[in-house]
């Protein structure tokens, strides 16, 4: 005996199917060639009431059946460039956003030292010849886009520390992940 689960039956609960009526059509259509099939089933359960289940039509055709394997894959830049501070130092303004396209020799960051923030300018007060500024310019050292800002304006940072990430224009690819059971359908080029 066949048991079938049913959507008016509560959940888990299986029922017995005492009769099982299927009514098909299979027909050609002569004047565009094509075959054509629909079908009424009915589930007689053994009880009073019946489960009908219809079959639009449908047409059968005769094609190769195709197969696909979707696979994913995730985009990446494959260089990337890091700034780091070349100083011990405050920020004191940063000029790019994440997802800024950036050339070289570009300013990204404005640092000045502890030292000439506590002091000020008072060297240069004192002696106009000893030009101290304390203040360090960083520039991009490739073209690309910030894909990483790891300080803002205002953040202390240590000599060699990262501050942001350029990845290169140049290097943007796809990493796919393949079984290898599917390395014989790969080709370059």
Not at 82 to 102: A, C, D, L, M, R
Not at 139 to 144: D, M, Q
Request: hydrophobic share 35%; glycine share 6%.
């Amino acid at each position: 005996m066949t048991k079938i689960e049913t959507t008016n039956a509560p959940v888990n609960e299986k029922m017995n199917i005492k009769t099982i009526d299927v009514q098909g059509k299979e027909w050609f259509d002569r004047v565009n060639g094509n075959s054509y099939f629909s079908a009424r089933i009915t589930l007689n359960f053994a009880m009073s009431d019946e489960k009908t289940i219809c079959i639009p039509l449908t047409k059968i055709s005769k094609e190769p059946i195709l197969e696909y394997v979707e696979l994913n894959a995730t985009s990446t830049f494959l260089m990337k460039s890091y700034v780091k501070s070349n100083i011990n130092g405050y920020i004191e303004t940063v000029t790019v956003k994440p997802g800024e396209f950036v050339t070289e020799a570009k300013s990204l960051f404005r640092l000045i030292t502890k030292e000439a923030k506590s002091i000020d300018n008072k060297v240069n007060e004192l002696n106009p010849g000893f030009k101290f500024s304390g203040v360090n310019n960083i520039k991009a050292n490739g073209r690309g886009y910030i894909t990483q800002l790891n300080h803002q304006a205002g953040d202390y940072v240590q000599d060699g520390e990262q501050l942001a990430v350029i990845s290169d224009v140049n290097s943007f690819a796809f990493i796919l992940n393949l079984p290898y059971e599917l390395k014989k359908y790969i080709r370059v080029g």
